[in-house]
Structure formats: structure tokens, C-alpha cells
């Protein structure tokens, strides 16, 4: 029997990450953040000095480079080239990055076979813009997770500020409105809702309340 795949794509601040892995561990499935792939993608070129803008540069680094997923002291972690790099990835700089590297091809090509085969691996739930589109078009169950930009800006400025970073709500708040614009716009596998998805709106929903809609999502498709 194939792995039962659950997508959750929609825009930054959305609230994915915090939700499809608290989803994955309820259900017990794997948690695969694509987001994490690309935010290492550029904090790698950062590294090596390869410009985000640099598409035939970037696809060569995204092929060299070691990105795995592993649990460690009961937290998921994302290593690059076997170093722990799950909180140098989440900073605002690369946040920014990550939608840049993302719209090449020669990155997202590059990329692709490893997302399709950490989902391969058992049942997961897979987080991002285009997993339900692109990555996994024939996956079971389908989210379209989104929130006002209001909302996902407050949301980004409260993890920003826990974390001890300097930023300013207004200035997060246009990012996002660009980076939707960017991630919406790119040519290859731009951000947008699967016409077999369900659309989610968590604009005042509580983390529980939204994880408990995933889950039973998931057990209602399983049923049937």
C-alpha cells in the first residue's frame, strides 16, 4: 500500500510549519517541511557565495550540497551538509532568501527527486507553496492554508521578536506582501491553491483548533 500523503501549501506566515508538525506527530506520520529545503538552499549560497538571483549557480549548489531531516532530542532537525542548521535557517534574511532561490528551475529540478523521496518513505505530511500542485499531485488529502496579512504578520513578528531579532511589524508586513507577490508569480510552480484542495482560512483559529481540522481531515479520507 502507498504512503498517504497530506499536503499543506499556502503563503508564508500561514502558519504551516507549526502546524503540519504538530499534525505529523499526532498522526504519527513524518514530517517533510519543503520550506526547510529551500531556506537551506540559500543559506548555503549565502555560505558559499553564490547570488540568490544566480539560477544556473544555484541549481550546481542545490545538487552538491547534503540537506536531511532527522529527530533529535525529541525535535525535528534539518542538517546541511551534517551541521544542525534548524534555527540559522528561520531568520528573516533567509526567509527572504528562500523565496528568491526558489523561483529558479534549475533549483526546484534540482530538488524535486528528494522531496518525492522522503514522501516515498512512508506516510507523511508534506509542507509548502506547490507540494500539493507539484510535488505531490496525487496525494490524498489537500490543504490550502491561509490568514490575513495582518494576522501572519503579527504571527512573524511575535516568533521574530521571541527569538530576539530587532524587526519592525510594518516592514514584516510588507515582506510578506511581496513575497506572496514573488511565490505567486514565479514562472515554474508558482504558489497557488490545488483544484482538489480544501482552503482553510486560521485567521483567528487557535494552533489546536487548526492541528484538530487537519487530523480529521486525514481520518475522514482514510475512512473512505
Same mark, same amino acid.
Given at each position: 500500500?502507498?504512503?498517504?500523503?497530506?499536503?499543506?501549501?499556502?503563503?508564508?506566515?500561514?502558519?504551516?510549519?507549526?502546524?503540519?508538525?504538530?499534525?505529523?506527530?499526532?498522526?504519527?506520520?513524518?514530517?517533510?517541511?519543503?520550506?526547510?529545503?529551500?531556506?537551506?538552499?540559500?543559506?548555503?549560497?549565502?555560505?558559499?557565495?553564490?547570488?540568490?538571483?544566480?539560477?544556473?549557480?544555484?541549481?550546481?549548489l542545490a545538487?552538491?550540497?547534503?540537506?536531511?531531516?532527522?529527530?533529535?532530542?525529541?525535535?525535528?532537525?534539518?542538517?546541511?551538509?551534517?551541521?544542525?542548521?534548524?534555527?540559522?535557517?528561520?531568520?528573516?534574511?533567509?526567509?527572504?532568501?528562500?523565496?528568491?532561490?526558489?523561483?529558479?528551475?534549475? *533549483?526546484?529540478?534540482? &530538488? +524535486? @527527486?528528494? /522531496? =518525492?523521496?522522503?514522501?516515498?518513505?512512508?506516510?507523511?505530511?508534506?509542507?509548502?507553496?506547490?507540494v500539493?500542485?507539484?510535488?505531490?499531485?496525487?496525494?490524498?488529502?489537500?490543504?490550502?492554508?491561509?490568514?490575513?496579512?495582518?494576522?501572519?504578520?503579527?504571527?512573524?513578528?511575535?516568533q521574530?521578536?521571541?527569538?530576539?531579532?530587532n524587526v519592525?511589524?510594518?516592514?514584516?508586513e510588507?515582506?510578506l *506582501?511581496?513575497?506572496? &507577490? +514573488? @511565490?505567486? /508569480? =514565479?514562472?515554474?510552480?508558482?504558489?497557488?491553491?490545488?483544484?482538489?484542495?480544501?482552503?482553510?482560512?486560521?485567521?483567528?483559529?487557535?494552533?489546536?483548533?487548526?492541528?484538530?481540522a487537519?487530523?480529521?481531515l486525514?481520518?475522514?479520507?482514510?475512512?473512505?
Amino acid at each position: 500500500m502507498r504512503s498517504f500523503i497530506l499536503c499543506i501549501d499556502g503563503p508564508a506566515g500561514s502558519g504551516k510549519s507549526t502546524v503540519s508538525r504538530m499534525t505529523a506527530e499526532k498522526l504519527g506520520f513524518v514530517y517533510l517541511d519543503t520550506g526547510a529545503i529551500y531556506r537551506s538552499v540559500a543559506l548555503a549560497a549565502d555560505r558559499h557565495t553564490v547570488n540568490w538571483d544566480d539560477g544556473e549557480g544555484l541549481g550546481a549548489l542545490a545538487g552538491r550540497i547534503s540537506i536531511e531531516f532527522r529527530k533529535a532530542d525529541g525535535r525535528n532537525t534539518v542538517l546541511l551538509d551534517g551541521e544542525d542548521v534548524s534555527e540559522a535557517i528561520r531568520s528573516e534574511h533567509i526567509s527572504t532568501g528562500s523565496s528568491r532561490v526558489a523561483r529558479h528551475p534549475q *533549483v526546484r529540478a534540482a &530538488l +524535486l @527527486d528528494l /522531496q =518525492r523521496r522522503i514522501g516515498a518513505a512512508g506516510d507523511c505530511v508534506a509542507e509548502g507553496r506547490d507540494v500539493g500542485t507539484v510535488v505531490f499531485p496525487e496525494a490524498q488529502a489537500k490543504v490550502y492554508l491561509n490568514a490575513s496579512v495582518a494576522e501572519r504578520a503579527a504571527r512573524r513578528y511575535k516568533q521574530l521578536m521571541a527569538k530576539g531579532e530587532n524587526v519592525e511589524l510594518e516592514a514584516i508586513e510588507k515582506d510578506l *506582501v511581496e513575497r506572496d &507577490l +514573488l @511565490d505567486s /508569480q =514565479r514562472e515554474v510552480a508558482p504558489l497557488r491553491q490545488a483544484e482538489d484542495a480544501v482552503e482553510l482560512d486560521t485567521t483567528g483559529m487557535s494552533i489546536e483548533e487548526v492541528v484538530d481540522a487537519l487530523v480529521r481531515l486525514v481520518e475522514d479520507r482514510r475512512e473512505a
